[in-house]
């Protein structure tokens, strides 16, 4: 069955040192998703990315924060200076031609800031 | 904010039906009531959607009262893997999905 990667499964960084978060979401799909999970909150939606171009955001995905699509696979969240608020799970998911009905997500990367 | 309210916790017996409760009152027209589920350490795991009919997989039934205002979930015959975090979610639009807290089922031998 296929399924949603990601890597690193963790990472620690330093404050203000800039982090790529790297998903493969699966191959047939066309709408692309990141969400975070501080330890022991909900999850909550970062971004969403179609057709080359970001499609909607929350009011956390600010400035520091960007997506990629770089090649016809990888999928990228990178932030740019991390905060200690950063600290989080990071879940990428992907979703089919039927608009983000039904969204497959990854494992997660924990994102470790110190 | 999420548009959704479930109880904290609950417990089943193992083999037992499982059913999980969601009042989602101010939910709009064309607003469709998902239900994923977070084992512990993992993804969240997608299980059913509807709009305004009962859908059932697989996985789950899915009951949604005549008004909207509230939603079931049913696993019919729970097993000790079904133990997670279940999350009734109002998607919002195409592409964003407005996570509540969600109900930790425990299922128990």
């Known amino acids: 069955e296929p399924e949603v990667t990601q890597t690193p499964s963790h990472q620690v960084t330093q404050m203000g040192q800039e982090v790529i978060l790297r998903c493969v979401p699966i191959s047939n799909h066309l709408y692309f998703y990141w969400y975070r999970q501080i330890l022991g909150q909900k999850v909550e939606f970062l971004v969403s990315?179609?057709?080359?171009?970001?499609?909607?955001k929350s009011e956390i995905f600010d400035d520091q924060f960007s997506v990629e699509r770089p090649d016809g696979s990888n999928f990228t969240l990178k932030i740019r200076s991390t905060k200690l608020e950063d600290s989080a799970m990071y879940f990428c998911?992907?979703?089919?031609?039927?608009?983000?009905?039904?969204?497959?997500f990854g494992p997660g990367t924990r994102l470790t800031v110190t | 904010d999420a548009k959704t309210t479930q109880p904290t916790s609950m417990d089943c017996a193992e083999g037992r039906a499982a059913n999980l409760p969601c009042n989602h009152s101010t939910i709009s027209g064309n607003e469709y009531v998902y239900w994923y589920r977070q084992i512990h350490s993992q993804g969240p795991q997608y299980i059913i959607h509807g709009l305004k009919n009962n859908e059932t997989n697989e996985m789950a039934s899915l009951i949604i009262t005549e008004d909207r205002k509230s939603s079931t979930l049913i696993l019919p015959h729970a097993t000790l893997r079904d133990t997670a975090v279940y999350y009734c979610?109002?998607?919002?639009?195409?592409?964003?999905?407005?996570w509540g807290a969600g109900t930790k089922l425990i299922i128990k031998p």
């Open positions: 990315f179609y057709n080359n171009e970001i499609s909607e």
């Open positions: 998911a992907s979703s089919d031609l039927s608009g983000g009905v039904e969204q497959y």
């Open positions: 979610i109002v998607r919002v639009s195409n592409y964003q999905l407005i």
